[in-house]
């Protein structure tokens, strides 16, 4: 059965799996590479992900998880290092990949398979069957969308939470209370997630002043930049750029 899924591919980058291990997912996946994008998630035509995961990317799994959970998605876990069993055995976990044990290209068939029975043929039936309340799932995943996005084009510039629901036409109250049961923390929290994946992302890429990098994830001040990274990092910026 040679079917080409297309797969979002979120937490670590791709780009740390080996060459070989890549070619065999690639057989079956069409493998795109997303980084900390969770908006991904909230497209209506998708049903899975990979999510290659570390330590360092647990509050990324986190609202990751929250998402899927509040919206029907699933996640295939890719690791190197041992899996808490607690984290392999949530619902929303379709499959497991050790990047340590040589299975990568029979696992990638069994798994195209069980993706293709489940979610293909599922479809169908929910597109013959549309029933109101899925109708009205989708609506809210448009917003979801719309949210995401904004905030992930424009953590350079001041984002507030009343404006966001002015936007989508919410009261600031029903916004919070939306945000925070769909993405499982906070707005304020997510986007201090967002703009500190940013700037990890930025100091290891490039070489720009820290202030500079300082302000491209919206904050003006380097100072209180420099404490809040350290305080969600444990490592200064200076430091993170040297360690990486």
């Known amino acids: 059965m040679d079917i080409l899924h297309k797969a979002y591919w979120l937490g670590q980058s791709i780009s740390?799996?080996?060459?070989?291990?890549?070619?065999?997912?690639?057989?079956?996946?069409?493998?795109?590479?997303?980084?900390?994008?969770?908006?991904?998630?909230?497209?209506?035509?998708t049903h899975f992900c990979f999510f290659f995961y570390e330590k360092n990317f647990d509050s990324l799994f986190l609202t990751?998880?929250?998402?899927?959970?509040?919206?029907n998605k699933h996640i295939i876990l890719i690791y190197k290092d041992n899996l808490c069993l607690e984290v392999?055995?949530?619902?929303?976990?379709l499959s497991t990949l050790n990047l340590n044990e040589n299975?990568?290209?029979?696992?990638?068939?069994?798994?195209?398979?069980?993706?293709?029975?489940?979610?293909?043929?599922?479809?169908?039936?929910?597109?013959?069957?549309?029933?109101?309340?899925?109708?009205?799932?989708?609506?809210?995943?448009?917003?979801?969308?719309?949210?995401?996005?904004?905030?992930d084009n424009n953590l350079s510039r001041k984002i507030r939470e009343q404006d966001i629901a002015e936007y989508c036409h919410y009261s600031v109250t029903y916004f919070s209370r939306f945000f925070h049961q769909t993405i499982g923390v906070c707005f304020r929290d997510?986007?201090?997630?967002?703009?500190?994946n940013l700037a990890k992302q930025?100091?290891?890429?490039?070489?720009?002043?820290?202030?500079?990098?300082?302000?491209?994830?919206?904050?003006?001040?380097v100072s209180y930049f420099s404490r809040i990274f350290k305080k969600k990092t444990?490592?200064?910026p200076a430091i993170y750029r040297q360690l990486h």
């Open 16 to 45: 740390y799996v080996k060459k070989d291990t890549v070619r065999d997912l690639e057989e079956y996946f069409n493998l795109l590479d997303f980084g900390y994008d969770v908006s991904v998630l909230s497209e209506s035509d």
């Open 64 to 71: 990751a998880s929250k998402i899927c959970q509040n919206l």
């Open 190 to 196: 997510y986007l201090t997630f967002q703009r500190i």
């Open 103 to 151: 299975t990568t290209k029979e696992w990638a068939e069994e798994l195209s398979k069980k993706i293709y029975c489940q979610f293909n043929n599922h479809h169908e039936v929910l597109e013959t069957y549309k029933a109101p309340e899925l109708i009205e799932q989708k609506v809210i995943n448009k917003d979801l969308v719309e949210i995401l996005r904004y905030i």
């Open 234 to 236: 444990g490592l200064s």
């Open 88 to 93: 392999e055995k949530l619902d929303i976990v």
């Open 202 to 221: 930025l100091l290891s890429e490039k070489k720009e002043k820290i202030s500079f990098i300082a302000f491209q994830c919206g904050y003006n001040d």
